[in-house]
């Protein structure tokens, strides 16, 4: 009788211990993410100095984030940026490396957004940053780095509940100073650039579109 009782007590309790667990996973989902994208990307022409011009198109850029949302619409993440351009037709030969480090705020208005399909999602990013600028080859001494900010927003489509997959589109605006003198800005860029990218989230604390 004894034995009977405890074994019902036993499995009383890992009953409640599997339903706490079970809703504590259901309210802990979408918490954190990761992000990796590939893309394009396309730096302002005021950003260079005299006799240097970048293609306006120029492949790669790469990006990877991490993501928390403190609430079910607003988060922040912490994300890191690679691209490169290189010079067009009627520039000096140049090559170059631009890469970005950026805490962003992150809101989620896809619940408000109410003409969207199912499993169609919408993030908007936006946060101050640090870029480094490298030139490669003959111009590799000319670095430079200044603070930035960046806004952007994604539109993503729910794979399963746990990966999506989504575009980005997003403005880098430099604050990078005027090269003094001029010959420090050849090969370099002190200016803003336009990011697109085409990427996959992985949910790794639970659903990215849970219904």
Request: proline residues 3%; hydrophobic residues 35%.
């Amino acid at each position: 009788m004894t034995s009977n009782y405890r074994l019902q007590k036993w499995s009383i309790l890992v009953m409640v211990l599997v339903c706490f667990v079970n809703t504590y996973a259901q309210k802990d989902t979408n918490k954190w993410k990761a992000q990796i994208s590939l893309g394009v990307n396309s730096p302002s022409q005021s950003g260079f100095v005299d006799n240097f011009q970048a293609k306006s198109v120029n492949f790669p850029t790469v990006n990877l984030g991490l993501q928390h949302m403190f609430k079910r619409q607003l988060g922040a993440k912490l994300d890191f940026g690679f691209n490169r351009f290189s010079s067009d037709d009627n520039s000096v030969e140049f090559k170059t490396n631009y890469t970005r480090l950026n805490a962003q705020l992150v809101y989620d208005p896809t619940e408000s957004i109410t003409f969207l399909p199912q499993r169609m999602g919408v993030v908007l990013h936006a946060g101050p940053g640090y870029s480094f600028v490298k030139p490669l080859g003959d111009f590799g001494s000319n670095k430079t780095s200044f603070f930035n900010v960046m806004g952007g927003f994604e539109l993503h489509y729910g794979l399963t509940q746990e990966i999506s997959v989504f575009a980005d589109t997003s403005y880098i605006l430099g604050f990078g100073k005027d090269f003094d003198p001029e010959t420090e800005g050849f090969g370099s860029f002190n200016g803003n650039l336009l990011t697109v990218s085409f990427g996959v989230t992985f949910s790794i604390s639970g659903c990215q579109y849970c219904d």
